[in-house]
Every structure is written in structure tokens, then in C-alpha cells.
């Protein structure tokens, strides 16, 4: 009688170095776009192993050679990648985040993939990059807003500020990159109104003029379903003392 052999797989550790290799095409490329369950999955483990590499290499203050071969948060990753990766963590992932200790990603959902599956799909990118996807997302959409002469709105506005705290020169960067939105997506030139016809009709649909100058302005930060509530003071309240513990 024929009999079938079972194969025993290693499934935990062919999970773990996909996860590795997730990790490590991260911050070589400063973004991926994978599966929606593997990012997910993989983010927290990313952002694990960022904490415990930077916070690992602010008590180290050798030469950055010197370091790849101390840092033992570093071996985590496979031995391929532990020079070029380890290196941009030193050099340029530590200066990046030096006012950081956690929220080192963001996981943006994108469309089905294409196929006969129809995966999800999503992004998952290192926050403050110049590839950042939010970040040209928000730049675009102010681009459009200042074209049709229309403030923000709350939580553009609010987007905003958080994209440009923690970054370099964050205001004159978002500044260029609006600028470069202009120029690329809308094709304005020299501060002038768009040539095109079809972008002209783009720019004549106005959004909702109730989140930017109506009643909803400076209320859609606000909580609808639960009312606000300053927390009052609590008053201290005297401990007994341990009656296991002898008077002096």
C-alpha cells in the first residue's frame, strides 16, 4: 500500500523571516507595499526592534563600525542584511528619530490587489520619510484648497501639524512639497491659473463649504457622542499606617 510521508514544516520560523525580511526592505527603501495581514502582523515587530536599536545606540559612542558588531538589538536581523541596514539605523534612522521613542510607522490601506485572490493591500512606510505616502497625500490636498481659495478644514489642518512636529524644517518642506503638488498635479505655472480645461472644471467642484467656513468649522474635532468633561481635583487621601510596622 502506497503510504504518503507527511513533511513537518518549520512554519514559526518561515513566519520569522518573513517578518526579518519585512523589516529590513523597510528601512532600506523607506516604504513596502505588501498584504494588509502581513503588515499588520509585522508592525509591531518593526517598531520593536527600532526602540531597541536606537535606544541601544544613544549608550554607544563608538565609530559606527565599532557599533555593528556590539549592537546586539542588530541581530535580529538576517546576516545578509545586518551591514547596510544596521548602518542606515545608525546613521541616518538615529538623527531622524531622536525625539522618538515609539510611532516609528504608518500603515495605509490601499485598493485589492488585482487577481484572482483580491488581497487587501496596504502600505506600510517609516514615518518623516521624504517618500512618506500621508505626507504628499496632505500636501496635495492643500495644494487644491489654496487654488480654490479655500481655508482648511479641522482635520486637514490638524494632519498638517502633525506631519511637520516632528520633521527637519518640516514647514519649509511641506511648503516645497505643496509647491511641487502644484506644479505636477494641477499644472500651474509661475502662479497662474491652469491652462488646461479639464483641470480648470476640477478645481470649479468645491468640497463641503460646511467643514471649511460653515457651522461645522472648529467642530469636527470635537466629541459627538460624549460630551466633555474637565476631570475634577482629587483630594489626597491619608494611607493608614501598616499596623506590621513598629512605632518608633
Not at 205 to 213: A, D, F, K, Q, S
Request: charged share 30%.
Amino acid at each position: 500500500m502506497v503510504t504518503v510521508n507527511n513533511v513537518q514544516k518549520n512554519v514559526a520560523g518561515h513566519k520569522a523571516m518573513i517578518y526579518k525580511n519585512l523589516c529590513a526592505n523597510l528601512i532600506r527603501n523607506e516604504y513596502i507595499v505588501t498584504t494588509s495581514s502581513k503588515a499588520s502582523k509585522a508592525q509591531p515587530l518593526i517598531e520593536k526592534f527600532l526602540a531597541r536599536a536606537l535606544k541601544e545606540n544613544s549608550k554607544f559612542t563608538e565609530d559606527p563600525k565599532l557599533k555593528l558588531s556590539k549592537m546586539a538589538s542588530l541581530e535580529y536581523l538576517q546576516p545578509p542584511d545586518k551591514a547596510s541596514v544596521g548602518t542606515k539605523v545608525i546613521n541616518e534612522l538615529s538623527k531622524r528619530y531622536a525625539n522618538r521613542t515609539h510611532g516609528f510607522t504608518r500603515i495605509i490601506k490601499l485598493e485589492p490587489r488585482l487577481g484572482e485572490d483580491k488581497a487587501p493591500m496596504s502600505v506600510l512606510e517609516l514615518v518623516d520619510s521624504k517618500y512618506e505616502v500621508k505626507f504628499w497625500y496632505i500636501a496635495k490636498t492643500v495644494a487644491r484648497l489654496e487654488l480654490q481659495n479655500v481655508p482648511l478644514d479641522d482635520i486637514t489642518e490638524l494632519n498638517m501639524k502633525k506631519l511637520i512636529a516632528n520633521r527637519h524644517n518640516g514647514e519649509q518642506v511641506f511648503r516645497d512639497a505643496v509647491e511641487t503638488c502644484k506644479k505636477e498635479f494641477f499644472r500651474i505655472k509661475d502662479d497662474s491659473e491652469p491652462s488646461d480645461e479639464k483641470m480648470q472644471k476640477i478645481l470649479k467642484n468645491l468640497p463641503n463649504m460646511e467643514r471649511h467656513t460653515g457651522s461645522l468649522k472648529g467642530k469636527l474635532l470635537v466629541s459627538k457622542k460624549y460630551n466633555v468633561r474637565p476631570r475634577r481635583e482629587m483630594e489626597p487621601v491619608p494611607l493608614p499606617q501598616s499596623p506590621y510596622l513598629k512605632s518608633t
